[in-house]
């Protein structure tokens, strides 16, 4: 599977941006999906995981409470709503895809990742 995403940019504090990541092939509704983000000199860090019945969802502490994940198979599409943002949201932010549920919450397992997104949040 091939993964796009889009919808960074920059926002003040307290803001709101939504992510989107449209994917190629017809077996995208099969795979778990999830959103990584990497600051400067930072390691790649989880941030929230949908799996493909859109039943188990599951974020990173940081997050919980101000981001929403969720996809649309009918558009091979996930979502990242975020809001209440913070300057240290500030990173590249990845969708990712994988077979299994365990493996899309860390980032050395994971089996396709998309081209990043710049997010950066101004104080």
């Known amino acids: 599977v091939q993964l796009q995403a889009s919808g960074g940019g920059l926002v003040q504090a307290a803001g709101s941006l939504r992510l989107s990541c449209a994917a190629s092939g017809s077996t995208f509704s099969t795979y778990n999906l999830g959103w990584f983000r990497q600051a400067p000199g930072k390691e790649r860090e989880f941030v929230a995981a949908?799996?493909?019945?859109?039943?188990?969802?599951v974020y990173a502490d940081s997050v919980k409470g101000r981001f929403t994940i969720s996809r649309d198979n009918a558009k091979n599409t996930v979502y990242l709503q975020m809001n209440r943002l913070k300057p240290e949201d500030t990173a590249v932010y990845y969708c990712?895809?994988?077979?299994?549920?365990?493996?899309?919450?860390?980032?050395?397992?994971?089996?396709?990742w998309g081209k990043g997104t710049q997010v950066t949040v101004s104080s």
């Open positions: 949908i799996d493909w019945t859109s039943i188990r969802i």
């Open positions: 990712a895809a994988d077979r299994s549920y365990v493996a899309i919450q860390r980032y050395y397992d994971v089996d396709y």
